[in-house]
């Protein structure tokens, strides 16, 4: 079963606009992994932040963990047409196999020319 | 970066037929892989955990007779879908890791399978 929650489902905005989407998990992590997946292909690494890790930057992308809320979110800034795909955030539990991904339902994400 | 190549991309077949989806890493060396499977519109599910050398680990729920997975090398994991039919119609991904810590999984473009 998927343990994660991500808001929105669907978010749409105009090119050029800041998007953020949240995550929520259950369990102790080691990592929280997001990813993103263009319509019909694979999934597409972006951050990974381990757990002693608060913000972590990666080009347009900026990624926070708070493992008190066990909740993480993903800005996307001076957002473009090509940033159009669904995006998901993914944890390795404690309690589980370190390398066992859990993956939340994802948000789908338009960004409108 | 770390590249995963999963072939074929898209399978039509007639239900009954056993189909086989390869897995590989083309520059790195995976101790584990994964399988997914995903409707549309939906999240990944795990479907099981590929070790080299070893039996897989299914999830909970995935018949092993039904999905054989073989990881015969550390760059190479198959998955047949034996007796295919309707249901078994789905998105399939694999994705690979290797050896290190908190690291990333690679994934592979997936394989579109529809069993008529």
């Known amino acids: 079963s998927q343990q994660g929650e991500e808001d929105p489902q669907a978010l749409s905005i105009q090119e050029g606009e800041n998007a953020t989407m949240n995550c929520s998990y259950k369990?102790?992590?080691?990592?929280l992994q997001w990813y993103r997946q263009n319509s019909g292909r694979g999934l597409v690494h972006l951050i990974l932040?381990?757990?002693?890790?608060r913000e972590k930057h990666s080009g347009r992308l900026r990624v926070t963990l708070d493992t008190s809320k066990k909740s993480s979110s993903l800005l996307i800034t001076a957002s473009r047409a090509a940033d159009t795909a669904s995006y998901f955030c993914?944890?390795?539990?404690?309690?589980?196999?370190?390398?066992?991904?859990?993956f939340g339902e994802g948000t789908q994400l338009t960004v409108n020319p | 970066g770390a590249v995963v190549s999963q072939h074929p991309s898209w399978v039509i077949c007639k239900s009954g037929t056993s189909v086989k989806i390869e897995c590989r890493s083309l520059?790195?060396?995976?101790?584990?892989m994964f399988w997914y499977r995903q409707f549309p519109k939906q999240s990944l599910m795990l479907m099981a955990t590929s070790n080299e050398g070893s039996k897989a680990t299914y999830e909970q729920g995935v018949e092993k007779d039904k999905f054989l997975i073989n990881h015969a090398s550390l760059t190479l994991s198959t998955l047949t879908v034996t007796s295919a039919h309707p249901e078994d119609s789905s998105f399939y991904i694999c994705?690979?890791?290797?050896?290190?810590?908190?690291?990333?999984?690679?994934f592979g473009d997936g394989t579109r399978l529809s069993i008529l």
């Open positions: 369990t102790s992590i080691n990592n």
């Open positions: 993914a944890t390795a539990s404690k309690e589980t196999s370190g390398s066992r991904l859990t």
């Open positions: 520059d790195f060396q995976a101790t584990t």
């Open positions: 994705s690979a890791l290797g050896g290190r810590v908190n690291q990333p999984q690679h």
């Open positions: 932040i381990r757990s002693n890790e």
